[in-house]
């Protein structure tokens, strides 16, 4: 797995961001970059379960699942992949998601002169790499945007 990091710094108070960026209206739209029908079941709750999900090519469900591992209000949320959804199924024993168990998304942020940086750091596999550089800072850009537009 690599360690992949992205950043971007909106110009809002961590309040703001922090709301946008999980809740289920606004989590769909900056998502859409990855997936244009982007969503989340669960909550962000530190211990809960939360499942990723958007339709796969032949229109079934597809997504990842992962632990709410910490979630610090304001200050960082942090994930930990336990399987995949696969034709609206959990599927946490076939090698595809053994393959990726384990492995982290965190989202940091801190504020400062009502300006807030969210810094994200993830786990990934070598040939998801080139997606998640072309993808993460759009969906970055994405989210500030909307913030920004509601500040």
């Known amino acids: ?18 709301t946008t ?3 289920d209206a606004t989590y769909r739209e900056w998502t ?4 244009s029908e982007s969503s989340y079941e669960g909550n962000w709750n530190q211990g809960s379960e939360i499942r990723f999900l958007g339709p796969d090519g032949d229109g079934s469900v597809a997504g990842m699942i992962a632990t709410v591992e910490e979630n610090r209000p304001n200050e960082l949320i ?20 053994k393959a990726f168990m384990g492995a982290y998304e965190k989202y940091a942020f801190s504020e400062s002169e009502g300006a807030t940086t969210v810094d994200v750091e993830l786990d990934s596999d070598e040939e998801f790499v080139a997606m998640f550089d072309d993808a993460w800072p759009l969906a970055l850009a994405k989210l ?3 913030v920004e537009s509601r500040s």
């Open 78 to 97: 942090s994930l930990r992949y336990i399987g995949q959804v696969v034709n609206g199924e959990d599927d946490t024993t076939s090698e595809a998601a």
């Open 144 to 146: 500030k945007a909307i």
């Open 21 to 23: 960026m999980l809740d």
């Open 1 to 18: 797995m690599e360690k992949l990091r992205y950043s971007v710094t909106v110009n809002a108070p961590v309040q703001d961001v922090w």
């Open 32 to 35: 859409s970059v990855f997936n």
